[in-house]
């Protein structure tokens, strides 16, 4: 019996016993499968056999192998047939085994944002930290992360926006989360999703992770009233008395005595 796990290929030895033998004996050696699937490299398909000898033929033998967590059982036989009549043809019939490991189901890696309320003050926007946990797997992880919101108004940025993690390692990304401020009222909160697409780097299995968490965005402060300009006085009015008459010189004529 060849019995292995997780391989499609194995090697084993068929021993020729010529031990009885009085002369050489001519052998071609032959490996079949009643499946017909399965695959034979013979060292030394065709020897001689010296009299009273045993030859040792290496033999490779490879099947498809089965389902992961499966087990399946081939048989096969061995001919070595002679063109010497007075040697007899022998046969000999083996069993191959082959046994597939369960496939590793590792769970999803983890995702977290802190805080989950994203104060958003309006000065570049508010800030979050995303947690990817993979202390759980024992697989190596490529993860990319994006986000969207139902209203899709809420702007995400990541840094990274891709890493690698390996078994049982985690991460942290810097999310820098805005939205547009409302004219008046109380805050809006939106709420977004974060995503984390993660690919087994092993098989290749894709598994997306969701977070969730809200922006909170404070309402624009209202414009101030501007304040009425002070009322402009006219200049006061001065009244100026009329300027008095210039007297007039009065002539006076004195009479002349003599």
Request: glycine share 2%.
């Given at each position: 019996m060849v019995r292995l796990r997780d391989a499609t290929s194995a090697e084993f030895l068929v021993q020729v016993d010529h031990r009885r033998g009085r002369q050489p004996a001519r052998i071609q050696?032959?490996?079949t499968d009643p499946e017909r699937i399965m695959g034979f490299e013979l060292q030394q398909p065709a020897?001689?056999?010296p009299a009273g000898a045993v030859a040792a033929v290496r033999i490779r033998i490879a099947a498809p192998p089965p389902e992961p967590g499966g087990e399946i059982s081939r048989t096969f036989t061995v001919t070595a047939v002679s063109p010497d009549p007075q040697v007899a043809d022998a046969s000999v019939t083996g069993t191959f085994v082959q046994l597939s490991t369960p496939p590793i189901v590792d769970p999803p890696v983890g995702l977290r944002l802190d805080p989950e309320v994203v104060q958003d003050s309006g000065f570049g926007g508010g800030r979050t930290t995303l947690t990817i946990d993979n202390r759980a797997g024992r697989l190596a992880r490529r993860v990319s992360v994006s986000g969207y919101d139902p209203e899709r108004v809420v702007r995400l940025a990541f840094e990274p926006a891709q890493l690698e993690l390996p078994p049982g390692g985690w991460a942290q990304v810097a999310v820098r989360v805005s939205s547009p401020r409302p004219e008046?009222?109380?805050?809006?909160?939106?709420p977004f999703t974060v995503t984390g697409l993660s690919i087994d780097l092993g098989g290749g299995?894709?598994?997306?992770?969701?977070?969730?968490?809200?922006?909170?965005?404070?309402?624009?402060?209202p414009k101030p009233t501007p304040k009425p300009s002070p009322p402009v006085e006219?200049?006061?009015?001065?009244?100026?008395?009329?300027?008095?008459?210039?007297p007039t010189p009065v002539k006076t004529h004195h009479p002349v005595t003599g």
């Open positions: 050696l032959l490996a020897m001689t056999v008046a009222g109380a805050e809006d909160r939106r299995t894709e598994v997306i992770t969701l977070a969730s968490a809200t922006c909170a965005t404070p309402a624009a402060k006219a200049p006061a009015q001065v009244n100026t008395p009329p300027a008095a008459p210039v």
